[in-house]
């Protein structure tokens, strides 16, 4: 069975670092594209990041500079290493497999974790 478990969420100070992690299971890891995305209080889900089963990247453009996904594919696990956090950044962080990384939109997502919480503030 298909699993994707998140964590490493919490509360943080502005400028502050966090980092998530997903452990995955369930299916061939290595073979898979994986995709971080967030959703905030009353909005809608949104791409973060996204790396190829290759270690390709791509990233939104409002956490380019301060947000690095990477993987271990010996682990299962994807993460999201988060740095100068902001208060905008507070969310609902997801783990998700993913059709493509040409783009971080959520439309070709086929799985999903159920999220970790990331709160920004002081």
């Known amino acids: 069975q298909l699993q994707l478990v998140e964590s490493g969420g919490g509360l943080v100070q502005p400028g502050g670092s966090l980092r998530l992690s997903c452990a995955a299971s369930g299916f061939t890891f290595r073979y898979y594209n994986m995709g971080w995305f967030r959703q905030a209080p009353g909005k809608e889900r949104e791409g973060v990041s996204c790396?190829?089963?290759?270690?390709?990247?791509n990233y939104a453009d409002s956490v380019k500079g301060r947000f690095t996904i990477s993987r271990d594919n010996a682990k299962n696990t994807v993460y999201l290493q988060m740095n100068s956090l902001k208060p905008e950044d507070t969310a609902v962080y997801y783990c998700?497999?993913?059709?493509?990384?040409?783009?971080?939109?959520?439309?070709?997502?086929?799985?999903w974790g159920k999220g970790t919480l990331v709160t920004v503030s002081s």
């Open positions: 790396i190829t089963r290759y270690g390709s990247t």
């Open positions: 998700a497999r993913k059709g493509q990384c040409d783009t971080i939109a959520r439309s070709d997502v086929n799985s």
